[in-house]
């Protein structure tokens, strides 16, 4: 399954849509959607990187532009539109509801991974969404900018933070002691806050697809 899809931009003028990049395995059992991080796009090669690796562990993903082709350009000109999560939870949300109106994904268990502020619009919908999703990866994320209260997270939610990234982990420490549903901070050894570090987002990969194989993939027994 390889394909390039449009979808409604909630809030969004003149009928802008959201365009996203859907691949992976065509019987696959799990749908893991991405949410982008500020300033960043459905290109971004650190996401793309982790989404193949999902797809080897067979599972769909789906990377898609939170932000329409016009807003992506005021975002470059002040960068405002970047860090407002209730936006980009709304898309989200938006996002959720095409996928259970299209047969071909709407049977397939859901996950969000979220990078930087995206991580704290894939929180923040699946908060609001606790039927939906049943799991949630943030790479280097900054979950206390959700606007939704997470103490009311239900999908066991994975927190990847570089070692070496003292604040973003502190804040992800912070979220993680309120949080009653299953939950890990994991620390990448030795890493900065993009991963750039050798092997670093190898391991980013590796934790995401653990986390999202235990919860979205069927188990099998021999």
């Known amino acids: 399954m390889r394909a390039e899809i449009s979808l409604p931009a909630r809030e969004a003028a003149g009928g802008e849509e959201l365009t996203g990049d859907l691949t992976g395995p065509d019987e696959a059992a799990g749908l893991v959607v991405f949410v982008h991080g500020s300033g960043s796009s459905r290109h971004s090669p650190r996401n793309v990187a982790v989404a193949r690796w999902l797809n080897g562990m067979g599972l769909a993903t789906l990377l898609l532009d939170l932000l329409t082709p016009s807003e992506r350009l005021q975002d470059e000109r ?18 959720l509801d095409r996928i259970a109106e299209r047969e071909d994904l709407r049977n397939r268990a859901l996950g969000l991974f979220g990078a930087s502020t995206g991580a704290a619009a894939a929180l923040g919908a699946a908060v609001r969404r606790p039927r939906e999703v049943r799991a949630v990866v943030s790479r280097g994320g900054r979950p206390d900018l959700a606007t939704e209260r997470l103490a009311g997270l239900r999908a066991p939610a994975l927190f990847i933070v570089g070692e070496r990234d003292a604040e973003v982990l502190r804040l992800n420490e912070n979220v993680a002691r309120e949080l009653t549903v ?35 993939l069927p188990t099998t027994t021999s």
């Not at 405002?80 to 989200?92: N, P």
């Not at 901070?185 to 391991?203: D, K, M, S, W």
């Open 182 to 216: 299953e939950h890990e901070v994991h620390r990448v050894p030795h890493a900065t806050h993009l991963f750039e570090e050798a092997g670093a987002l190898e391991r980013v990969a590796e934790a995401a697809g653990a986390w999202f194989s235990r919860y979205l």
């Open 78 to 95: 002040d960068g405002r539109i970047r860090f407002d999560v209730e936006l980009l939870t709304a898309r989200v949300l938006g996002v």
